[in-house]
């Protein structure tokens, strides 16, 4: 079992830098993929990056392709989300995820309750 909690959400202006982060705990959390996933007001939840267990093969999505890191330490059971260049369109409440390694939400087991990031035109 793995519980996750997410936090460094908040308001920031375009263009702006963030790092949101996921903190697991339980036993083998080092073991799982981890990934990261957002939902703005009215959408559907959506893929946003996703990361192997030894930190090797990434993924992201296109919309933050050279805008987002995904990285972890698992040393300290964390996991983070590094946002540059924020857009309007990035605000959602973003989520972080453990599991298998995928774009989909069926590729992950565990799920965090969310942190809200604002950008602000």
């Known amino acids: 079992q793995v519980q996750l909690v997410e936090s460094g959400g908040g308001l920031v202006r375009a263009g702006d830098s963030l790092r949101v982060s996921c903190v697991a705990s339980g036993r083998a959390f080092s073991s799982y993929a981890v990934g990261w996933f957002r939902q703005a007001p009215g959408k559907d939840r959506e893929f946003v990056a996703a990361?192997?267990?030894?930190?090797?093969?990434?993924d992201y999505a296109d919309s933050v392709k050279g805008r987002f890191t995904i990285s972890r330490d698992n040393a300290k059971n964390t996991v983070y989300l590094q946002m540059n260049r924020l857009k309007p369109e990035d605000t959602a409440v973003y989520y972080c995820a453990a599991g298998n390694y995928g774009r989909t939400f069926r590729s992950f087991t565990y799920w965090g309750q969310g942190t809200q990031v604002t950008v602000s035109s």
């Open positions: 990361l192997s267990w030894n930190g090797g093969p990434t």
